[in-house]
């Protein structure tokens, strides 16, 4: 007899099912990218109203990053103990609040705080979503389903860039952008609520009844034939640690189910986020350097964000045929050589145009694929914290970037020895991936290595949750 969670992967897809949380959950990543983008625009507006420095400048996306990577850990932690379903909604409500407030700021510090603390309910959605959204996915269609969930990226990117560039002209410019942001955001918190628990994480947690009546729904809402179906008894507990604490036992059962393999996934995260906020934060302010004015600077960022779409729909295309590993291991260093490539002709700006394009077009190809593999990597009772791990662990890192990267690195170094550094950073976490880290195409969630090592996984993961909430 098969489980309920094998019944669930082999569903057949329908939009009206699976599709509506992938949709639902799409736009919730759609502000996360859209909020992100948005630093790269405020920052030369806010440095002009508040008179500030090259580091201050820098700070701007800093405070948003870093209060992102508390956010990733802390709502992963929350979505593998007490639901995805909670942590869906939660998150977007504080982010909607806090940027309500940001707008509103009287100072540069208080826009500080307050962005941190945008950032603290954002960082969720993206460990949050990914883990919603692969739980309900066919097995057969998830690698297409969640690079497509990347799509959504570049549409918030380049939302943020076409509105920041609307209302420059106008006054108190920066305010309106992040006002404008925040209405959207709200309606999507309303609709959130009516998202159904994941199967799969009632099943790991002991709610059978409930496992069954979602999954019966949506064999029904799907039109497949119902079939008799097991699910497993969940690991005992008699305890579970809370706050600070829980995050940090989430982060030691991570490494302790693999070493290797969280190990690949976070080296992945750092290296390519890394190169990705740098040009997302500092390119506006880069080409403003260059001579371009301020609408000329804003219109060509915003032009990297929209090739982007074209980036998603070739991951799409390519994740399910090629599988994840050999489009990360060739798409990641192709972006990074781009950026670089951009900063040796960037006396030339068509042809620095057409190579920020060309970044951003690869970028977008390698980030969904990447998101998707990694959160296939791990268990059901892990899969949202060790996604928010090792989205943390790239925020944590890349949310200084900005800082360094404009008081040392650019100014110092220059561009083109900068990019090449971080390039091959790039190169040396995809050698890792190639022997670290296993393929998942068309493998079942919980079951994606070989036999003989899942078992041995499978009894580490049990045996190390077991002792953490006992």
């Known amino acids: 007899m098969r489980t309920g969670d094998q019944v669930v992967q082999d569903l ?106 945008a950032g603290v309910g954002l960082g969720g959605c993206i460990p949050v979503d990914y883990a919603i959204v692969s739980e309900f996915s066919p097995r057969k269609q998830r690698g297409k389903v969640l690079a497509a969930m990347d799509g959504w990226w570049p549409i918030g990117t380049t939302l943020a860039g ?15 952008m992040l006002a404008l942001m925040v209405l959207p955001a709200l ?17 790991r947690t002991g709610r059978e009844a409930e496992a069954r009546a979602v999954i019966d729904d949506m064999v029904a ?29 989430q982060l030691r059962l991570v490494w302790a189910y693999s070493p290797r393999i969280t190990g690949v996934a976070w ?12 040009a997302l934060a500092w390119m506006p302010s880069i080409l403003r350097a260059q001579g371009m004015g301020e609408i000329a600077a804003f219109g060509s960022t915003t032009v990297m964000n929209a090739v982007g779409i074209l980036g998603v729909i070739t991951a799409v295309l390519l994740v399910e045929v090629v599988g ?7 798409a990641a260093p192709l972006a990074a050589l ?25 970028a977008l190809v390698v980030i969904p694929v990447m998101y ?11 899969r949202a914290s060790g996604f928010g791990w090792a989205s943390s662990s790239s925020r944590a890192v890349t949310g200084f970037v900005p800082v360094i990267f404009g008081t040392l690195l650019w100014p110092i170094l220059g561009l083109p020895l900068t990019f090449a550094l971080m390039g091959l950073f790039v190169v040396g976490a995809v050698v890792f991936m190639a022997f670290g880290a296993p393929e998942t195409r068309g493998r079942e969630l919980d079951r994606i290595t070989g036999e003989e090592e899942q078992q041995l996984l499978d009894a580490g993961a049990t045996a190390a949750v077991g002792v953490a909430r006992s």
Request: hydrophobic share 55%; charged share 15%.
């Open 187 to 203: 309606l999507l918190f309303w609709v959130r609520r009516g998202v159904p628990e994941s199967p799969l994480y009632l099943a």
């Open 324 to 330: 994840r590993k050999w489009v990360i291991g060739v």
């Open 162 to 176: 076409v509105s920041a560039t609307l209302l420059l002209p106008t006054t108190g410019n920066w305010r309106w």
């Open 372 to 382: 998707a593999y990694v959160s296939e990597l791990y268990p059901t009772e892990l």
């Open 12 to 117: 057949p897809w329908k939009w009206g099912v699976q599709g509506r949380i992938f949709i639902i959950g799409g736009l919730g990543y759609m502000f996360d990218a859209w909020d992100v983008a948005l630093n790269g625009f405020l920052t030369p507006l806010l440095a002009d109203e508040f008179a500030l420095t090259t580091g201050q400048r820098g700070l701007v996306a800093t405070a948003n990053l870093v209060g992102m990577a508390v956010g990733a850990v802390a709502w992963g932690t929350i979505a593998d103990r007490v639901g995805r379903k909670r942590a869906f909604s939660i998150t977007l409500m504080i982010f909607a609040l806090f940027s309500v407030l940001g707008a509103l700021s009287p100072s540069w510090e208080i826009f500080l705080v307050l962005r941190f603390l």
């Open 221 to 249: 809402r799907t039109g497949a034939t119902p079939e008799p179906y097991a699910i497993p008894a969940p690991v005992a507990t008699t305890g579970r640690r809370r706050g600070v604490v829980a995050a940090f036992e």
């Open 338 to 362: 781009s950026l670089l490539v951009f900063s040796l002709v960037l006396t030339v700006p068509s042809a620095a145009i057409v190579m920020i394009a060309v970044f951003g077009f690869f």
């Open 267 to 278: 080296s992945l995260f750092i290296s390519v986020m890394v190169v990705y906020y740098a």
